[in-house]
C-alpha cells in the first residue's frame, strides 16, 4: 500500500544535477534562484521570478548550459535542443539539467502509451518513489509494486491518461532544481542524471481538477 507523506509536491532534481552547471559563470542568469514552493495542488505559492537575460548574455547563458548537458551525452540533438531550450520558467537546459530532446522523448513515450493504455510501458517512464496526490490533496509515496496493483487505475485514471495523450513541450513550465510541469502541476517530470531521461516524478489528481474547473471558467467567461 503507498505511504502517506506531507512534505512537498516535487521532488527536486538531484544535487549532482545542480553542482553539474554550477561552475558556469553565466548559470545565474537563468537558473540561480532556487525554485518557489509549490503548494498541495501544484501551483506556485510565489512568482518565478527568474530574471530574463536579454541579448548576448542570454545567448551565453544557453550556450554555457548546454555544452555542460551535452557532455553528459551520447548523441545530443542539438539543433532540437537550441530550438526548444526556452521554456515558461527559464531555459530548460538550465532549470533541469538536461535538454529539451530528452524531455520530448519522455513526452512521445507519454502519449503512446496513454494513447494505448499500455500499462508496462507508462510504469517505464516512472521514477519510483512517485509522488501521488489524490483528488483530496492526501499525498502518498508509491513503490512500483503499488502502481502494479489495483492503484495503478487510481493514479492514471481516464482524466489523467487524456491529459497524457495530448503532452506538448511548448506547454511545460520549468522551475530550478525541480524539473517540468504541466497543468499546473498535475504531472512534473525530473532527469535522474545530468543530461539524462526525464521521469515521472509525480502524478498529481487534485491539480488537474483544478486545472480542468479554471479551463471551464474561462471557457464562460470567454463565451458570454
Same mark, same amino acid.
Given at each position: ?14 544535487? +549532482?544535477?545542480?553542482?553539474? %552547471?554550477?561552475?558556469?559563470?553565466? %548559470?545565474?542568469?537563468? @537558473? ?20 530574463? $537575460? ?21 548523441? $545530443? ?6 530550438? &526548444?531550450? $526556452? ?13 529539451? @530532446? ?6 512521445? !513515450? ?5 494513447? =494505448? ?11 519510483? $518513489? ?7 490533496? &492526501? ?16 493514479? *492514471? ?24 510541469? *504541466?497543468?499546473? =502541476? ?18 498529481? +489528481? ?5 486545472? !480542468?474547473?479554471? !479551463? ?9
Amino acid at each position: 500500500m503507498p505511504h502517506s507523506r506531507t512534505d512537498q509536491t516535487a521532488r527536486p532534481a538531484p544535487a +549532482r544535477i545542480v553542482a553539474a %552547471l554550477a561552475g558556469l559563470v553565466m %548559470l545565474g542568469a537563468c @537558473s540561480a534562484q532556487e525554485g518557489p514552493p509549490v503548494d498541495a495542488s501544484g501551483e506556485m505559492a510565489g512568482s518565478l521570478d527568474i530574471p530574463a $537575460p536579454a541579448g548576448s548574455a542570454a545567448a551565453e547563458a544557453e550556450r554555457d548550459c548546454l555544452l555542460v548537458v551535452w557532455e553528459q551525452q551520447d548523441s $545530443p540533438d542539438r539543433e532540437f535542443d537550441r530550438a &526548444n531550450d $526556452p521554456a515558461e520558467g527559464g531555459l530548460i537546459s538550465c532549470a533541469t539539467g538536461t535538454s529539451a @530532446s530528452q524531455f520530448e522523448a519522455t513526452l512521445t !513515450a507519454l502519449r503512446e502509451a496513454a494513447t =494505448g493504455e499500455d500499462r508496462d510501458a507508462l510504469l517505464g517512464e516512472i521514477g519510483v $518513489p512517485l509522488l501521488y496526490i489524490d483528488a483530496d490533496g &492526501n499525498r502518498h509515496d508509491m513503490m512500483e509494486t503499488d502502481l502494479a496493483e489495483r492503484e495503478f487505475t487510481e493514479v *492514471f485514471s481516464p482524466e489523467m491518461l487524456a491529459l497524457m495523450r495530448g503532452l506538448d513541450l511548448r506547454d511545460m513550465t520549468v522551475v530550478p532544481d525541480q524539473g517540468g510541469f *504541466f497543468e499546473l =502541476g498535475a504531472i512534473w517530470l525530473s532527469p535522474g542524471e545530468p543530461g539524462g531521461r526525464p521521469r515521472v516524478v509525480t502524478v498529481n +489528481r487534485q491539480a488537474l481538477a483544478e486545472a !480542468a474547473a479554471a !479551463a471551464t471558467t474561462t471557457e464562460g467567461e470567454t463565451s458570454s
